[in-house]
């Protein structure tokens, strides 16, 4: 989960130079996943002296977000011991929020344009909150889940908002720097999840275990909703997008067949079901394209835009970036495995041994604007390169003692975060360079929610190896 995120997927996504640079270059409508229009001066701005204090109460949601995707990888074996959770239940904890948010980023989007964006961020922090409270009090691995999926459906109703947010009320270098704080937001929750996972669970507050990790949402929820409500002015687009109600519909069925079965099928020794729901995914995604197609046709808003992928170079960079964005949401859960399972760390310590790629990342994505500024598209080939290095270097750490952690592993924590910095800004300019103006928008609300369901598909094919692995 980019995710989503997954990472969350997640993301979309999780990446701090993302959001800034598609819509500073494009200048296109308001969020990703919005109406991709500029905004109407009718639209109602925000005073200069509140706003600020406005962004930072609405980038509470993306906060929130990113938090819960990491929270949920420290918990796993705390939750699996205490729910008696098997391990593919454990999947759909953590690939279940990815795979809801990133299928409805676009509608949530939609929704603030349609019925304003303030109602709809405090309606999706309001559902937020509530789901964390029954996600901390679920009684069974099937209630956690449950409620999971509707978390991530929430989520995914106030994440855009915040961009929505920037895109109306700031301009020229505020607009960047409200930008600038969004991203640094995002990988802030990345490190204050790990660590706040960790502790919590370290903790066993009240002899509650891991369910504090859900429940710290809610004092959180509740004084930003309050905020909100005080704060936030309401704005929508002039000519609002209808929702896609059958695509989206579609698309759950066509992924839940596709990505379930990874899921269950380690799990019982992969029986019938498992090969027919596979089989049946495909043909129904095929039906999602041709649908989609027919909504373009008749200009009905598609959630995905069918004439994004007759540009070669948008479709094989989207492509690139799936696998790039699956690949790493499960090298996080593989990293959380590992450190608690082979080293037998705490969760506090594990927490804290995954801070250094946090904070690389960071780092990466800070600077990468100046890396691309000297070296142009070469920027992502040196990215490359230093993502390979950490990769490598993980791949040939050992674990000669349990609880002891290595210098060796932080090193290569700190060079695979380094180098995921420096590709992921690169890599979504490249996606997007060959992009008309009129079509940005939409381009970049395909780039934010794909990300996110290959967080989720990869959290899926990759768990049911690694959990196949480890003792039941």
């Not at 993302?18 to 991709?36: L, N, T, Y």
């Not at 706003?51 to 949920?72: N, Q, R, S």
């Not at 992502?380 to 750490?397: K, M, P, S, Y």
Request: aromatic share 12%.
């Amino acid at each position: 989960m980019s995710l989503p995120i997954a990472t969350p997927a997640p993301t979309a996504s999780y990446d701090s130079e993302i959001a800034a640079r598609s819509f500073k270059r494009f200048e296109s409508g308001p969020g990703v996943v919005s109406d991709f229009r500029r905004p109407p001066r009718s639209l109602q701005k925000c005073q200069p002296a509140n706003k600020w204090i406005a962004l930072a109460i609405i980038l509470v949601g993306p906060f929130l977000g990113v938090i819960d995707f990491f929270i949920a990888n420290i918990g796993v074996p705390s939750i699996r011991a205490s729910l008696g959770a098997s391990f593919s239940e454990i999947e759909l904890v953590i690939a279940g929020y990815g795979l809801t948010y990133a299928v409805c980023l676009i509608t949530g989007g939609r929704l603030g344009d349609i019925y304003g964006r303030k109602m709809t961020f405090i309606l999706g922090m309001a559902g937020f909150t509530l789901t964390s409270a029954f996600c901390g009090l679920a009684p069974t691995a099937g209630w956690l889940i449950f409620w999971r999926l509707v978390q991530g459906c929430a989520a995914a109703a106030m994440f855009p908002q915040a961009l929505s947010f920037v895109q109306v009320n700031f301009t020229g270098s505020a607009k960047r720097v409200a930008f600038s704080l969004y991203g640094t937001m995002i990988g802030f929750g990345s490190i204050v999840g790990q660590l706040l996972g960790g502790f919590l669970i370290h903790a066993n507050l009240f002899q509650l275990g891991w369910r504090p990790i859900f429940l710290i949402n809610l004092p959180i929820g509740i004084l930003t909703i309050i905020g909100a409500s005080f704060l936030l002015n309401e704005s929508r687009a002039e000519r609002a997008p209808k929702l896609d109600l059958g695509g989206v519909a579609i698309l759950t069925i066509g992924l839940a067949l596709f990505s379930y079965p990874f899921m269950e099928g380690q799990e019982r020794g992969w029986p019938l079901w498992a090969w027919l729901c596979l089989l049946a995914s495909f043909p129904i995604l095929w039906g999602f394209w041709l649908f989609e197609r027919r909504q373009s046709a008749k200009n009905r808003f598609p959630l995905i835009e069918p004439r994004l992928f007759c540009d070669r170079g948008f479709v094989v960079g989207l492509i690139v970036t799936c696998i790039y964005f699956a690949g790493h949401s499960s090298m996080i859960l593989v990293l959380s495995l590992y450190l608690q399972f082979s080293l037998r760390l705490n969760p506090m310590y594990a927490g804290f041994a995954l801070v250094p790629f946090s904070f690389a990342f960071l780092l990466g994505s800070t600077v990468s604007g100046k890396v691309n500024g000297y070296l142009g598209r070469r920027s992502l080939h040196l990215g490359v390169a230093v993502l390979v290095v950490g990769i490598v270097a993980l791949a040939f750490q050992a674990a000669p003692t349990p609880g002891h952690l290595t210098a060796g592993f932080v090193l290569a924590c700190f060079i695979y975060g380094i180098g995921r910095g420096l590709v992921t800004s690169p890599l979504y300019n490249t996606v997007l360079s060959g992009i008309p103006h009129q079509d940005a928008g939409a381009a970049s609300g395909v780039t934010s929610t794909m990300p996110q369901l290959a967080n989720s598909i990869g959290i899926a094919l990759i768990g049911a190896v690694v959990f196949g692995g480890i003792p039941k």
